[in-house]
C-alpha cells in the first residue's frame, strides 16, 4: 500500500525544477507511505513518477519503487497488492530475480505478456502507472473494484495523476473550479461517484480500466479489461446448479483460497471484527488457516444503540483470536471531526467515517495490515433494502401510474409534523410501537411515487437530496451508473439489479473510499478478501434464493458461518457503524456547525440555496425534524472548503 503521483506536461521547466514537484507531490501522500520514497524523471523533466512507500512485502530494497524492469524498457510505480505475485512468477520464464516483491512480479508479467493480459492474470488491489520508454506512453490502470483510488487531471499544458487530490496542490497554479454538478451527485449519495470529482476538469480513473497517454493532449479514453456486467450475465448464464451444502462447501473454498493469498505480508497483520456476518467469517477462516491468533479490532461506543463491541468480543472468545477493543468517549469521537476534510481529499460524508478512523487508528498500533468483511451486503444481498424497495414498488405498481404521481403532491400538502401526529395516533390505537420519522418518511415516499422505473424508484429510496440540482445554484445533475441503463446487465429480478448497481457505484465510491482514506490517514493498509473476483463471480452465478431466503441475506454465507461459529453469537439485529450523529449536531457539534453554515458566508460563497439550507439547519436544532444526514453533506462540503 503506498502513495503514487505523477505528471506529463509539454512545457518543462528542467529536470531539476521538474523533480522538485515531483517529490512536493509525493510528500503531499506521506501518510500513505511513510517508509520511503523515490522519483523517476526522463531525461527532459517532461515525464515524472513519484512513489512513497509503506513496506509490506519485500521489505528491502529491493522493493524500492519507481522499478524499471530487467530490459531497462518500463517504469513502474504500484499503489497496492497483487495477491497472486507468487504463482505468476511460476509461469514466466526463468530469469535472474532481483528481490521477492510483487511489483518486480507485475513488471516481468509487463514485459513477456503485455500489459492488459497482465492485468486479467492478477488478483489484487491497485493503482499504477506504467512508463514505456519505447513507445513513449505512459499507461495508467485500477484495479477491478476500485479498492485503490487515481485521479486523473486534465489541464492545458500537462496530465497529472495522484492516489489523492492533495498531490496536485504542489502542482504550480492549479486552482480549477469546483464542479457544481458533483457537489449535486454529493448532496444526492454522500460521495461523489466515478468518473466525477470535486474539481472541473479533474477525474477519477474507473475501476477495472486502463488509460494510454501518448502526450499531455493526446489522452485515450478509459479501456476495460474486466466487467462486473460480464460477469454478472456470465453467471445467469451458467448459474450454480448443486445443493444448497455443495454451494456452502463451494463458496468456503473460494473464500479459503482469498484469505490465503491476503495473508501472506512480511508486516504484522490482522482483522477488523464487528461481530456481524462478515467480518466473522473473514476471521473464522483466517484463524482456520492460522497456527497463532489472529490479531482482532473493534471499537465500542457508550451508546447502546451503536456499540456492537460485545457481539464481536464473544465471535473472538469462541474463534481464540487475539482481540483488542477500544471503547470511545463521544469526545474522542469528535475529536476526530475537524481531521476529516484533509483525511478525504474532497468532500465526503458517510458519517461512519468517524468510526472506520477510530478503529483504523486502533488497528495500526499494532499491525500493519488488516482484513475487513467489506462487499458481502453488495455480493450476497445484505441490506434490509434488498426486501424494502422491491415489496413497496410492486405495492405501488398496482396503483395507476396517473394515481400515483397525483398522490405524491396530496401526501406533501400536509407538514411533516402533522403526518407525526397522524402516525402517533395510529401506533397508540392499534397498540404498536412509535415509528420515528413517519412525516420525512411520506414526504420522501411522496417523491418516489413520481417515479416511472424501478431502478428510478431505487435511486429515489437510497438518495439523500432528492432534488440537489435545486440546492446547488447553477448546477445541472450528471448522469451516473445509477440512471444509465446501458450500464447494467440483463437480470431478472429487481433485487439483482439493486444489488449490481451497488457493486458498480456505492461500494467503490462510499464503502471503498471511506475505509481507504481513513486507513491510510494512519498508514494501515486493508484487504477485502470478498474482492478476489474469483469469488465476486462465483457470487453471481448463484441463484437469488441462496443469496436471500425467507426475508434474510447473505443467507449462504450465514451457512459458512456457522460452521465455525455459533448461530446465537451472529443472529441479532444488525447495529450498523454510525454514530449518533443528529444528538451530536443539537449538542458538542453545534458551534462548529453553526460556523460553516453561517448565513453570511454561504451567501459569499454563492454555491448553495441559503434560504433552503438555513431552514434546515433550524428545524435540526429546534427539534423540529431530522436532517442530520442532508445536513452532514453540506457541513462535509463547508468543511472542505475551509481547506482550500
Not at 618 to 627: A, V
Request: proline share 7%; net charge neutral.
Amino acid at each position: 500500500m503506498c502513495g503514487i503521483t505523477g505528471f506529463w506536461t509539454d512545457r518543462p521547466a528542467g529536470r531539476d525544477a521538474a523533480a522538485a514537484i515531483a517529490q512536493a507531490m509525493a510528500a503531499r501522500l506521506a501518510h500513505r507511505g511513510p517508509d520511503g520514497a523515490g522519483t523517476w524523471l526522463d531525461d527532459s523533466g517532461a515525464v515524472a513518477l513519484a512513489h512513497r512507500r509503506l513496506a509490506i512485502v519485500d521489505l528491502s530494497p529491493a522493493g524500492h519503487q519507481p522499478m524499471r524492469s530487467a530490459s531497462g524498457r518500463y517504469e513502474l510505480i504500484l499503489n497496492g497488492e497483487i495477491y497472486n505475485h507468487v504463482a505468476l512468477r511460476a509461469e514466466l520464464p526463468a530469469q535472474p530475480w532481483r528481490g521477492h516483491s510483487d511489483t518486480e512480479t507485475l513488471l516481468a508479467g509487463i514485459e513477456h505478456w503485455g500489459i492488459e493480459a497482465t492485468l486479467r492474470k492478477v488478483v489484487g488491489m491497485f493503482a499504477i502507472a506504467l512508463w514505456d520508454r519505447e513507445r513513449q506512453r505512459l499507461t495508467l490502470a485500477r484495479d477491478r473494484f476500485g479498492e485503490k483510488p487515481l485521479y486523473i487531471a486534465r489541464l492545458p499544458h500537462a496530465l497529472l495523476f495522484a492516489s489523492e487530490l492533495k498531490a496536485f496542490d504542489a502542482w504550480p497554479g492549479f486552482a480549477p473550479p469546483i464542479d457544481r454538478g458533483a457537489v449535486a451527485l454529493l448532496l444526492r449519495h454522500n460521495y461523489i461517484p466515478a468518473p466525477y470529482s470535486i474539481f472541473e476538469g479533474v477525474s477519477k480513473l474507473p475501476p477495472a480500466t486502463l488509460l494510454h497517454v501518448d502526450g499531455p493532449s493526446r489522452i485515450g479514453s478509459p479501456q476495460p479489461y474486466w466487467s462486473l456486467r460480464d460477469a454478472a450475465e456470465a453467471g445467469q448464464r451458467a448459474p450454480f446448479a448443486g445443493t444448497d451444502e455443495q454451494a456452502a462447501d463451494a463458496l468456503e473454498a473460494h473464500l479459503d483460497a482469498a484469505i490465503a493469498l491476503q495473508r501472506v505480508a512480511d508486516v504484522p497483520l490482522g482483522a477488523f471484527l464487528s461481530g456481524g456476518v462478515d467480518s466473522s467469517v473473514v476471521v473464522a477462516l483466517m484463524q482456520r488457516q492460522s497456527t497463532t491468533p489472529v490479531r482482532t479490532f473493534t471499537i465500542g461506543f457508550d451508546v447502546p444503540q451503536f456499540n456492537e463491541a460485545e457481539h464481536a468480543k464473544a465471535v473472538a472468545r469462541h474463534l481464540g483470536t487475539e482481540h483488542t477493543e477500544l471503547y470511545c468517549s463521544a469526545q474522542q469521537a469528535l475529536e476526530v471531526v475537524p481531521k476529516l476534510a484533509t483525511m478525504y481529499c474532497e468532500p465526503f460524508s458517510d458519517s461512519s467515517q468517524i468510526p472506520t478512523f477510530l478503529v483504523s487508528q486502533m488497528a495500526r498500533r499494532h499491525v500493519t495490515v488488516s482484513l475487513s468483511g467489506d462487499a458481502g451486503d453488495e455480493l450476497f444481498g445484505g441490506y434490509t433494502r434488498y426486501d424494502r424497495a422491491p415489496a413497496l414498488w410492486s405495492r405501488l405498481g398496482r396503483v395507476p401510474a396517473p394515481l400515483r404521481r397525483a398522490l405524491g403532491p396530496a401526501i406533501q400538502a400536509l407538514p411533516p409534523s402533522a403526518w407525526d401526529r397522524v402516525g402517533d395516533t395510529l401506533c397508540r390505537l392499534t397498540g404498536r410501537a412509535p415509528i420515528e420519522r413517519v412525516g420525512d418518511r411520506a414526504h420522501k415516499l411522496a417523491d418516489m411515487l413520481k417515479t416511472r422505473t424501478p431502478e428510478a424508484f431505487y435511486r429515489d429510496m437510497v438518495s439523500h437530496q432528492p432534488w440537489p440540482a435545486r440546492v446547488v445554484l447553477g448546477a445541472t445533475e450528471p448522469g451516473t451508473a445509477m440512471t444509465q441503463p446501458t450500464l447494467w446487465p440483463a437480470l431478472p429480478s429487481f433485487e439483482e439489479r439493486m444489488m449490481f448497481i451497488d457493486t458498480l457505484s456505492y461500494l467503490p465510491d462510499d464503502i471503498l473510499v471511506k475505509v481507504d482514506r481513513a486507513a491510510m490517514a494512519v498508514s494501515l493498509e486493508t484487504r477485502v478478501p470478498l474482492l478476489d473476483h474469483r469469488v465476486v463471480e462465483f457470487a453471481w452465478s448463484l441463484p437469488l434464493h441462496l443469496k436471500r431466503r425467507d426475508g434474510v441475506g447473505k443467507w449462504l454465507l450465514r451457512q459458512v458461518l456457522y460452521r465455525h461459529v455459533p448461530r446465537e453469537l451472529i443472529e441479532r439485529p444488525k447495529t450498523g457503524f454510525g454514530v449518533p450523529l443528529g444528538d451530536w449536531l443539537r449538542g458538542p457539534l453545534r458551534p462548529w456547525a453553526e460556523h460553516l453554515l453561517d448565513e453570511k458566508r454561504l451567501r459569499e460563497q454563492g454555491l448553495l440555496d441559503v434560504a433552503y439550507v438555513r431552514r434546515l439547519w433550524r428545524e435540526q436544532i429546534e427539534g423540529q425534524r431530522e436532517w442530520m444526514y442532508l445536513l452532514w453533506d453540506v457541513l462535509m462540503l463547508q468543511a472542505w472548503l475551509d481547506t482550500r
